[in-house]
């Protein structure tokens, strides 16, 4: 009788737990519609282009960051993930960096 009433408890606990992640994943989805609005709407705005792709890049980080921490479960990584992925988004932006800083006045610099 004493396992029965365990393997309930077990049963229930595991189903609290689940309905917690559900929950968690649709308050993410919601926010990704919400952000996808966001974005169709400053589309309509009347921006410059360099705000307009800021504010697009913006919108999409943190969209980009919302599926990253939820839905590939890197929220509840160890700090060594975090470390490569830092050094990773580094070399990116060095990378997209590199043409401005060798580019001058229309010439490559010799």
């Known amino acids: 009788m004493t396992s029965d ?3 309930t408890s077990m049963t229930s606990d595991h189903a609290v737990d689940i309905d917690k992640h ?3 994943y649709i308050t993410v ?5 919400v ?3 966001v974005t169709v709407a400053v589309s ?3 921006l ?3 705000v307009a792709v800021t504010v697009a890049l913006l919108v999409a980080t943190v969209k980009g960051s919302l599926v990253a921490c939820y839905f590939m479960h890197l929220i509840a990584e160890k700090k060594l993930i975090y470390a490569v992925l830092v050094v990773t988004a580094l070399f990116f932006v ?3 960096a590199l043409p401005i800083f060798t580019h001058s006045n229309g010439f ?3």
């Open 5 to 7: 009433h365990a393997a």
């Open 22 to 24: 559900v929950r968690i």
């Open 29 to 33: 989805f919601v926010a990704l519609m």
């Open 35 to 37: 952000l996808t609005i």
């Open 44 to 46: 309509y705005l009347d």
């Open 48 to 50: 410059s282009v360099p």
């Open 94 to 96: 060095a990378l997209l």
């Open 108 to 110: 490559w610099i010799h």
